[in-house]
């Protein structure tokens, strides 16, 4: 049963030649092909998945599975200008905190703005696209202004021991 776990995910989902071969349609068409695996294995309804576990030992959270592929497929309608098949799709992602602020991890609101993005690319009346394209500058200036300067500021490299834990 894992080999053929295994053997359909590198065939579907998962073939480099298609990311890394520089075809960007043919991974978006990938992408689709995983939002619809991922909504058939109950992926998008928290708490209602259709999949067993095969093994215990790896922590994949489908919540994070699903935020994944939904933001991927959304990044890659982006760069090639097309609809987005999960304009609909809800996920939750951890928001702002003063943990991800000290840690320094941005936190991932972009699926949000690059679905508004998505959207105002494919309206075709100008005024809307520009009253849209200003609520997302809106949107993202107060995103900006959350976190502190300091977040913002160059890393600092120099000193590092080369293949140290803190160069990592």
């Known amino acids: ?11 579907v989902n ?18 689709r092909r995983a939002v619809i695996t991922a909504r058939l294995l109950g992926l998008h309804r928290p708490g209602h998945y259709r999949f ?21 497929e959304q990044f890659l309608c982006l760069l090639l200008g097309l ?3 999960t304009s ?18 941005l936190p991932v609101l972009i699926p949000d703005v690059v679905r508004k993005i998505i959207e105002r690319n494919q309206t075709h009346a100008p005024q809307e696209a520009l009253d849209m394209t200003q609520k997302i500058d809106q949107e993202l200036l107060g995103v900006v ?21 803190d160069a990592f």
Request: proline share 7%.
């Open 145 to 165: 202004n959350q976190w502190p300067p300091a977040f913002w500021r160059p890393l600092q490299l120099a000193g590092l021991e080369v293949d140290s834990a």
């Open 52 to 72: 067993k576990t095969i093994n215990q030992q790896n922590d994949l959270d489908p919540a994070v599975m699903w935020a994944c592929v939904v933001s991927t």
């Open 1 to 11: 049963m894992e080999q053929l776990a295994d053997s359909a995910i590198e065939l």
């Open 88 to 105: 609909g799709a809800s996920f939750r992602i951890p928001r702002a905190t003063s943990a991800c602020v000290e840690s320094g991890n």
């Open 14 to 31: 998962t073939s480099d030649v298609l990311l890394d071969g520089g075809n960007i349609r043919r991974a978006w068409i990938t992408m």
């Open 83 to 85: 609809p987005t098949s």
